[in-house]
């Protein structure tokens, strides 16, 4: 009797052994092709796995779409192996909660913006100061520099969060005014509606802006009632938030390109066989390729539904001397927080990679 239940005891250990951290993993049975026919190529996938996946993006936006996209060319790449499970709308986690999930490993992927900078790099939040990159191009390149390779190896290898594929452009950040702005003058004295993001807050303030932290369900009322005269989101968020028809002028002030990310608990992809590595990044890779598209249409057709609303889209701002304005803050900001590198090196990696 005593025999019977240490091999069944055995046996339970190991099909509990079987069961994989970071998500369900299961070990595929081996068929045996019937007698007198080839056995077909076998494809090195022969593990499933179940992930979930987490962001506060609304599920109509486009940057899920390009993470829908992600799951399905990364379950179409391991050969139907792999199943990610997208969950919008925060509907698992708040933004800064899912990350620290990945972070901890009881998650395997969220998608973010820049919560990752502001979390884990804050000597570094110069990247996404306003007005100090302004097109996209400009930060790819200074995304991709080695200097922000390492500081993205870093989140991998000190908190568990791999940047699995590089930033997915989602839309610049606009002005969007009731009173006319075209250069830095006319900033003194407007009232603007932000985040709580409190570099942010501090860097409009510097320009003479008056800044009033408001949730985005309260923005449009707050607009139409002169709460505030003005907001700085990527214009579809505006757009979908109805501030065309309470606001007059579209100014294009670009002021901080807005990306997002997959993360993906580091533990986890490095704990994968190296041909899951690869079909992971490649889907993430090509989905983001395969959406850009729909940002970039997404964009023309909200500035085209201010123009039908009546707005004025801006065409003589004079961004420069709303850059001259803000160097003063940025030279004390890295002075004192941004220390992860001098002005005058930022200022240089930055010119360069405007080339």
Not at 199 to 208: E, P, R
Not at 271 to 290: C, F, H, V, W
Not at 341 to 348: K, L, N, Q, R, T
């Amino acid at each position: 009797m005593k025999k019977k239940i240490l091999s069944l005891t055995l046996a339970l250990s190991m099909v509990f052994g079987l069961t994989a951290c970071g998500g369900s993993k299961t070990e595929a049975p081996a068929e045996k092709p019937a007698e007198g026919v080839e056995a077909p190529a076998e494809s090195g996938f022969d593990t499933e796995y179940t992930w979930s996946f987490s962001t506060t993006y609304a599920s109509a936006a486009v940057v899920v779409q390009m993470y829908q996209k992600f799951a399905e060319l990364a379950n179409e790449y391991t050969d139907g192996k792999v199943t990610i499970n997208v969950y919008p709308d925060g509907t698992v986690a708040s933004e800064d909660d899912a990350l620290a999930q990945v972070s901890s490993g009881e998650l395997e992927f969220c998608g973010t913006g820049t919560a990752p900078v502001y979390t884990y790099s804050n000597e570094n939040q110069w990247l996404i100061a306003p007005f100090l990159i302004t097109d996209k191009e400009t930060y790819y390149n200074v995304y991709n520099s080695d200097y922000w390779q390492n500081i993205r190896a870093s989140w991998a290898s000190e908190h568990n969060v791999l940047d699995l594929c590089g930033p997915f452009y989602r839309g610049m950040r606009t002005l969007v005014s009731t009173e006319e702005v075209r250069s830095a003058a006319d900033l003194k004295g407007l009232k603007l509606r932000m985040n709580s993001n409190a570099m942010w807050n501090a860097a409009w303030q510097a320009l003479g802006c008056t800044t009033v932290t408001i949730p985005l369900g309260e923005l449009y009322t707050s607009i139409q009632t002169g709460v505030v005269a003005s907001c700085e989101n990527p214009i579809s968020e505006s757009g979908n938030l109805n501030i065309p028809e309470v606001a007059k002028y579209v100014v294009p002030t670009n002021h901080v390109v807005e990306c997002a990310g997959i993360f993906m608990s580091n533990s986890l992809f490095t704990s994968l066989p190296q041909n899951y590595q690869d079909a992971i990044r490649k889907a993430g890779e090509d989905a983001m390729t395969e959406c850009v598209p729909l940002i970039e249409k997404e964009e023309a057709d909200w500035t085209e539904t201010y123009r039908n609303a009546g707005a004025e889209v801006v065409k003589d701002l004079d961004l420069d001397s709303i850059k001259a304005a803000s160097q003063e803050f940025w030279k004390s900001k890295f002075a004192s927080d941004w220390t992860g590198i001098s002005y005058d090196d930022a200022m240089a990696l930055i010119a360069e990679c405007s080339k």
